[in-house]
């Protein structure tokens, strides 16, 4: 759960006619992409790049997801992605989300996502300290 | 967790170019799709019919997702996807899954979904009987 | 080709991870997200909204599509959305598309997409005149 | 055009729900992810593996599509994949394709894509001689 207690990173994002389904609503993989950027705007936020890592042959790997649907988005609704990181170690980091509706404040998806830091042959590494140090404020368990 | 002392669906898929991503690998969104194809087919072997909800106006919407990333695949690989019924109630089934190199046999990315039956408007409502019954055999909980 | 001594519509958007595949680039299937980016936000700006067909019943169906790849886009670039109606008819209107490099404004990708004006049934029908009449200032043929 | 006069591949997949859209129908977009399994099946045909140039330094990079939509297809259809090489040069080849409903054979989509060989660093290369002469029998032009 996000720990509005605590600071969180938030953007926005509109959602794509692609990204719906023939139920009418957003396809439930799509909210996948919608907590991609938010870590990615989370991490862009801290000073780091994610694509830091994939320049210097390092990656955040997805290890572990948790989402659960409480309301349906539509196309073209403007959603709010709140981000928040739950619990940095040495060698992952787990970032918390919550989708909502940007003008109503509902909150229509929540979930998380253990990232691993590794390289290229998907060997787990030590996380760069200045990642640790640039992240850590958005991390409500310190 | 599936249980293999109990019956589980078997279906099969090839890894398109377009769910890979920048890391070379399989894109941690894509395993909702082969997610998706299994229970699908798993409906489909029962006599019932995905679509037939949708049809008749009602839809299994997801409400609770649970990933667990244990290896890569990758473009071209083979992986079979292994489905099965965890707990079947009167407005909800829960789905697991195992996607595994189909070479091999290496597990690559465990999950569970669990579907909610609701009509058009979104509202939950009970399955139909005869649904009911062609998913026990696969349901593990029984 | 988009004509530059015509209006056209600007809008931009950034390359996320699940947008690019294994060779480390953009997906060459998500340029027509963008396209459809670029036609919803020039017909929002139109006073008219992409979903009023839909709530009445009425849609733009994709026709024809013609794409050139110049360069290649990446991960978390900024990219520039072009877009401009070229051909506006009765019952289809032809957009046309570049995707720039938001920095230094080099064209990576162009296209054109005759979108069909369709009942719920998919039987063609008369675009709205307001919406022909707000789509008229970004074309260039006229 | 796909010249049935000369011989063509042939390959099906099954809409994916995560395909459709919010139309009820199939996401225009997702037919080049049909297109990409066509080619791909029809250089496995070969002999040659569409992974070789990936494995060996070297991709096929889309230089240009077109695509024709003709009738819609939906969730659950069945649909078959007729792919023909038109083109053969030494530095690219163009691929034709048709979607049609696999039962009745209804030509729901045409296509056709100019794909380039290029290195890693996108400089354009010549396509082994053993590949060419693998899709010279797909090859119309011939």
Known sequence: MLD???????????VRFAETDAMGIVHHASY?????????????????????????????AVGDIRIR???????DQQ???????ANTRSRSVTFVYEIVDATTGQILVTGNSKLIYVDHNGTV?????????????????E
């Open 4 to 14: 509005k207690s605590n600071p969180f990173h938030v953007t926005s994002t509109r």
């Open 32 to 60: 996948l992409l919608y907590f991609e950027i938010g870590r990615v705007e989370l991490i862009r936020q801290t000073g780091a790049s994610y694509t830091d890592p994939e320049a210097s042959g390092y990656s955040l």
């Open 69 to 75: 649907y409480i309301a349906s988005a539509h196309f």
């Open 79 to 85: 959603l709010t992605v709140r981000t928040q990181a």
């Open 125 to 141: 590494s030590h996380i760069p300290e200045r990642w640790i140090e640039a992240i850590r404020p958005f991390d409500t368990s």
